[in-house]
């Protein structure tokens, strides 16, 4: 078979918790899908390449899936007439950071894919879907979370930051303004905002940004300008002044403040 077409898909149940990754072997891959069909040719081309694949029809089982062994990977497919179809995205994110592939054949318009890449997912694709492809975007999606693994591992002192009486602390996630109050991020937002701290002051490219949130070169890539633009007004405490994150024409953006990066265990006032 040459292509997959994937259908249907529940969502989570409600607090669930998640195991540990299991790192041993070839990459853990979680195929949910409600059409048997689809989940055992996924899972079958998946474990000729080496991968250890296993599947799940719908909310529930894959609930259980997720709290047995955590994989490095979800193949997600976003089912019709459930909501918007994000919510087990949603679900899945609020709870860890599994890199996740969204498989949709319903819609396919650009709004679409970028609302699903900002709430977390790694990858949206179209179908039908080849299966070498599949194969190809899981193994693209999993290096660039080992990369950014391993950076995170090779600069342990620089996980929180200062810069105009914003804070942020990477290892929670935490975003603070001036005022200590939390302010919230979706994943390419939160992306983005790193990629600034650690080249503040410099001219950054659309496509470094792009490269930032993990998100595939086939991706509408206009995406990154819609990022920016919504962290821009999060961050932008003065609507009078230039703001934080300013427009360098013909280059990119550049994130205007000095960046002062805190050691650990740093309390904050």
Not at 236 to 262: C, H, K, M, W
């Amino acid at each position: 078979m040459s292509a997959i077409s994937i259908r249907n898909i529940g969502g989570l149940r409600p607090k669930s918790p998640l195991a540990k990754p299991d790192n041993s072997g070839g990459a853990r891959i979680l195929v949910v899908d409600a059409d048997p069909t689809v989940r055992q040719t996924v899972v079958s081309y998946l474990a000729e390449n080496n991968m250890r694949a296993v599947s799940a029809a719908g909310r529930y089982e894959m609930a259980s899936r997720l709290a047995e062994t955590e994989p490095h990977l979800v193949i997600l497919d976003r089912p019709p007439g459930e909501g918007d179809g994000l919510d087990l995205l949603r679900e899945v994110r609020a709870r860890s950071n599994i890199p996740v592939i969204i498989t949709n054949g319903h819609r396919s318009d650009e709004i679409d894919r970028v609302v699903g890449l900002e709430l977390g997912a790694d990858d949206y694709l179209t179908k039908p879907v080849g299966l070498r492809e599949l194969l190809a975007r899981i193994r693209a999606v999993l290096r660039r979370a080992a990369c950014a693994s391993a950076q995170r591992q090779k600069r342990p002192d620089r996980d929180r930051f200062r810069f105009g009486g914003w804070q942020l602390d990477r290892r929670t996630r935490r975003l603070t303004d001036p005022h200590g109050k939390p302010v919230s991020l979706s994943k390419g937002q939160y992306a983005i905002l790193n990629a600034f701290l650690d080249a503040p002051q410099r001219p950054l490219s659309r496509e470094h940004l792009l490269q930032a949130t993990r998100v595939h070169e086939d991706i509408f890539d206009r995406s990154i300008d819609v990022q920016v633009l919504r962290l821009r007004r999060k961050l932008n405490s003065d609507p009078g002044g230039r703001g934080i994150i300013q427009t360098e024409r013909g280059v990119g953006y550049v994130f205007a403040l000095p960046v002062e990066r805190l050691p650990n265990g740093w309390a904050t006032a």
